[in-house]
C-alpha cells in the first residue's frame, strides 16, 4: 500500500488542494518519534486565514484515524504515525507471497526502449572509462526491464574511422601474426603505439595511413580483410569480458554498419536548408543554440562520428519506433550529443526530444597515474582479475573453510567492481580505491553481499517461519525502521528511472543492509523474548534477504549463499 497517497486522500477531504499538491507536501520527519509521514500546513494559511499551528490542530480533530497508530500536530506540522503492526504484515507478506518478482511492475508495457552502452573502440583496450558505461547500461537495461520496458541493448562499437588506416599501415609493417592470434588486443595497441611513435620522426607515415583508410572505405579486398579480422579478434576479447560481467546485447551494429546509410541522411539534411559550407566543409549551423556547428562532412569529403550518430538515431527510429533512445557516453561528450540532438530536431524529427543522453565522469585511481598517450593503460582484464585476488585473500583469512572459494570470490570481487560504478550519482567522478572498495564493512558490494549471507546463515540455522505469523511482535524501533526500508523498492526504482540514475537503487539496498544490521546488532533471534517474536522475526529476515537479492540483480550483481 502506498501510505502516502492515503495519507493525501485523508488529508484532501477536509482541504480545498488537489491531491498531487497535496503529496508534494507531505514530508518524511528528520526523526521517526515524530512520526512516519508528516504534512505542513503553511500552505493553507492564506486559504483558511489562520495560523498554520491552529490548522494542524483543527485537521488532527477531523482526520479519520482508521490505519494509523496516532496522529499528532506538532506547531505547524500535522505528524501521522503508521500502524506498526499493519504495515509489517502488509510489507512482508507482500514480498514473500512475490518472492522474485517483488518490485517488478507493468508500466513499461508496450514501451520500446533503446539503451545504448559500452560501445568500446575495436583494437583497442576496454578500459576503465568503458567498464562505467557498461555497468551503467546493463543496470538500466535491468531496471527497465523490470519494469515492463522491451529493452533493445545496443553496442554502437567504435569500429570506423582513419585510424583503421594506420593500424592496416602499422600492421604491414611491423605486426606479429603468432602475437595477433594469442592476444589480439595487446598487440593492436602495441603496434598502434608504434606507428605514433614512428610517424612523430617520419610524418610521411600518416599519409599512408591515410592512404589505406581511403582503400578501405573504398572496399578494397585486402584491407578490408585486415579490417574484418582486427574488428573480430577484437570483439571475442570483448566478449570474454561481457562473460564475466554477466553483460549481453542485442546488437552489436557499430559506427561501420552505418556506412551505407550516411548519404541519404546527409541529402536529406541538405534538403531541409541546413547544411551549410564552412571552410569547405559541409555543418548545420547551431549558433542560435549557443553551440558550435555541427559537422557532418570534413573538408575532405569525409564522414565523421556526428554524422553517424545522426543516422544511427534515424535508424534506431526506423527500426525501433522507440519511447525513449538512451546513450550511456561519458560526461565529456555531452557537447556532442547536443548537437546531434538539436539537428535532429531541426531536420524536424519531434522525437529528437525523446533521446536522452546519460553521462558518467571519470575513473581515477588512489594508487597511480595513467598516461593513454604512452600506451599505459589498465587492461580490464589485470583489474578484475586483481579484485577476484585479493577478494580470495579476504576469504582465506575470514573464512578459509569455505567451500567453493574460487566461485565465492568471482561473485564478490566482480560484484565490489560493478558496486563501486553503481553507488554514486553517475556525474561523480569515481576514485578506485581497493581498500575502500574490498571493505566488508563500508558502504560497499562485499558489505551487501555480506549482509545478505548473514541472513541466509540465520535462516539455515534456526529455519524459516510458516506464514502464519504475529506480525505485532515487529514493534522496535529497529524492526520498523526496516520493513519501512522493505516496503520502499519501488519508489526507489521509479525514481531511479526517472534520473536514469541506478545509484539511486544501489542506495536503497545499502540503506536497507544497514537497517538489517541495526536491528540484528541490537535483538536477538534465536534468543528472542518468546517464540511469537522469533518466527516474526525469521519472516523479515526472509524477506530482507529477498530484497538485497532483487535489488542487486537489478544491478547485474550476484549473490553468495555463504561467503
Ligand atoms: N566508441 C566511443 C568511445 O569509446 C563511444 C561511442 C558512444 N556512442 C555514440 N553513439 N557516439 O569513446
Not at 597511480?368 to 585473500?393: C, H, P, Y
Request: hydrophobic fraction near 35%.
Amino acid at each position: 500500500m502506498d501510505y502516502k497517497e492515503l495519507i493525501a486522500e485523508k488529508i484532501k477531504e477536509h482541504v480545498d488542494l488537489q491531491l498531487e499538491e497535496i503529496l508534494e507536501l507531505i514530508e518524511i520527519p528528520p526523526k521517526s518519534d515524530m512520526g512516519d509521514y508528516a504534512f505542513p500546513c503553511f500552505k493553507l494559511a492564506k486559504v483558511f486565514r489562520k495560523a498554520p499551528n491552529m490548522i494542524s490542530e483543527e485537521l488532527k480533530g477531523k482526520i479519520n484515524k482508521d490505519g494509523f497508530e496516532k496522529i499528532e500536530n506538532l506547531g505547524p506540522y500535522l505528524n501521522f504515525f503508521l500502524d506498526k503492526s499493519a504495515v509489517g504484515k502488509e510489507t512482508i507478506e507482500k514480498i514473500l507471497s512475490e518472492r522474485e518478482n517483488y518490485g517488478t511492475a507493468n508500466i513499461g508495457e508496450g514501451k520500446k526502449v533503446v539503451v545504448e552502452y559500452s560501445s568500446p573502440n575495436i583494437a583497442k583496450p576496454f578500459h576503465v572509462g568503458h567498464l562505467f558505461t557498461t555497468v551503467i547500461g546493463n543496470s538500466l537495461y535491468k531496471i527497465l526491464s523490470s519494469q515492463g520496458y522491451d529493452v533493445e541493448r545496443i553496442n554502437h562499437l567504435g569500429d570506423w574511422g582513419t585510424q583503421f588506416g594506420k593500424l592496416i599501415s602499422a600492421y604491414k609493417r611491423w605486426g606479429n601474426e603468432e602475437a595477433l592470434q594469442e592476444e589480439p588486443i595487446k598487440e593492436l595497441l602495441r603496434i598502434y603505439v608504434k606507428f605514433h611513435d614512428e610517424a612523430e620522426k617520419d610524418p610521411a607515415l600518416n599519409d599512408e595511413g591515410r592512404m589505406y583508410f581511403k582503400k578501405l572505405e573504398d572496399g578494397c579486398k585486402e584491407e578490408t580483410a585486415l579490417w574484418k579480422r582486427f574488428r573480430d579478434l577484437s570483439l571475442k576479447e570483448f566478449k570474454q569480458i561481457y562473460d564475466i560481467l554477466g553483460v549481453e546485447f542485442d546488437s552489436y551494429a557499430g559506427e561501420s554498419f552505418y556506412n551505407d546509410k550516411m548519404d541519404a541522411v546527409i541529402e536529406e539534411i541538405d534538403k531541409k536548408g541546413l547544411l551549410v559550407e564552412s571552410n569547405g566543409a559541409k555543418v548545420v549551423m547551431l549558433d542560435d543554440y549557443n553551440m558550435p556547428p555541427c559537422i557532418v562532412k570534413k573538408s575532405d569529403g569525409a564522414t565523421i562520428y556526428a554524422t553517424r550518430d545522426l543516422t544511427a538515431a534515424i535508424y534506431r527510429k526506423k527500426t525501433y519506433d522507440f519511447y525513449k533512445n538512451i546513450y550511456v557516453v561519458g560526461t565529456p561528450q555531452a557537447l556532442h550529443f547536443k548537437q546531434v540532438f538539436t539537428t535532429l530536431k531541426l531536420m524536424g524529427n519531434e522525437w529528437a526530444d525523446n533521446c536522452k543522453h546519460v553521462g558518467f565522469g571519470l575513473v581515477k585511481f588512489a594508487d597511480r597515474k595513467l598516461s593513454t598517450r604512452k600506451g599505459e593503460v589498465i587492461f580490464l582484464d589485470e583489474l578484475l582479475n586483481e579484485a577476484v585476488s585479493k577478494t580470495l585473500e579476504t576469504i582465506n583469512e575470514k573464512n578459509p573453510e569455505l567451500e567453493n572459494k574460487e566461485e565465492v570470490a568471482k561473485k564478490i570481487g566482480i560484484g565490489a567492481v560493478m558496486f563501486t560504478y553503481l553507488k554514486n550519482n553517475r556525474e561523480r567522478d569515481i576514485v578506485f580505491d581497493w581498500k575502500e572498495m574490498l571493505n566488508f564493512d563500508g558502504e560497499t558490494g562485499p558489505y551487501v553481499q555480506y549482509t545478505y549471507a548473514r541472513g541466509k546463515s540465520i535462516l539455515r540455522k534456526l529455519g524459516t517461519a510458516s506464514e502464519e505469523v504475529d506480525y505485532s511482535k515487529l514493534n522496535t524501533k529497529e524492526e520498523f525502521e526496516l520493513i519501512k526500508n522493505l516496503g520502499g523498492f519501488n519508489d526507489a526504482i521509479s525514481n531511479s528511472i526517472d534520473k536514469l540514475e541506478p545509484s539511486i537503487v544501489t542506495r536503497y539496498i545499502i540503506e536497507v543492509a544497514k537497517a538489517f544490521n541495526k536491528f540484528y546488532n541490537s535483538h536477538s533471534i534465536a534468543n528472542a523474548k518468546d517464540d511469537e517474536t522469533k518466527m516474526a522475526r525469521l519472516r523479515m529476515v526472509e524477506a530482507t534477504c529477498e530484497v538485497i537479492k532483487n535489488g542487486l540483480g537489478l544491478l547485474g550483481i550476484d549473490v553468495v549463499e555463504k561467503m
